[in-house]
């Protein structure tokens, strides 16, 4: 089976003939060195977690707006899970080829058992593309989130789609009558 890296997810995107846009850049690690890259889609780049069930029985990969934080406890609710924890580096290489920093929903094409769930953020259904990583993270690719779900769901890996809850805003404080 082939191993997917930047270049086959390319060549992938090419062969179907899905649009996108390709930023290459120096590698970035976290969500602040994604920021500091200025991309011009910079505010649709998502976040993705690697996330497994604490039997290890079940492995989620949850893409999410960047600036949303993450609630293991609701998202837990939302799948039906045992509680949630976020998998080891070893599980990353091992599951979906792929390193810290380079966690990407491209991943699961690398996951020969389709062990993985790709859990999608609703809010993500209103952005015109997703800025993530061709399982490497010196790009940044811009597709659309159709293309995205096409390339998972023929792959055979399940997808759920989940409305993670915004955080909680302080309650406006009442005028005095």
């Known amino acids: 089976m082939t191993h997917y890296g930047k270049a086959e997810v390319v060549a992938l995107l090419d062969e179907r003939g899905i649009a996108y846009e390709k930023i290459e850049h120096e590698a970035v690690f976290t969500m602040e060195g994604m920021a500091a890259l200025e991309l011009p889609f910079a505010h649709e780049v998502v976040k993705n977690l690697f996330l497994r069930d604490d039997k290890k029985r079940a492995y989620?990969?949850?893409?999410m707006p960047e600036d949303k934080p993450a609630n293991?406890?609701?998202?837990?609710?939302?799948?039906?899970?045992?509680?949630?924890?976020?998998?080891?580096?070893?599980?990353?290489?091992?599951?979906?080829?792929?390193?810290?920093?380079?966690?990407t929903p491209f991943g699961v094409l690398n996951d020969e058992e389709r062990r993985v769930t790709v859990v999608f953020d609703e809010e993500l259904r209103g952005?015109?593309?997703?800025?993530?990583?061709?399982?490497?993270?010196?790009?940044?690719?811009?597709?659309?989130?159709?293309?995205?779900?096409?390339?998972?769901?023929?792959h055979g890996n399940p997808v759920a789609f989940v409305a993670m809850p915004?955080?909680?805003?302080?309650?406006?404080?009442?005028?005095?009558?």
């Open 60 to 63: 989620y990969l949850v893409v």
């Open 166 to 177: 915004c955080p909680d805003s302080a309650p406006a404080e009442e005028d005095p009558a």
């Open 72 to 103: 293991l406890k609701e998202l837990r609710r939302s799948l039906e899970s045992r509680p949630l924890r976020f998998a080891s580096e070893d599980d990353l290489d091992a599951i979906l080829g792929l390193r810290a920093g380079a966690v």
């Open 127 to 154: 952005y015109s593309g997703l800025g993530v990583h061709p399982n490497d993270n010196t790009a940044t690719l811009h597709v659309a989130l159709d293309d995205l779900l096409a390339i998972v769901e023929e």
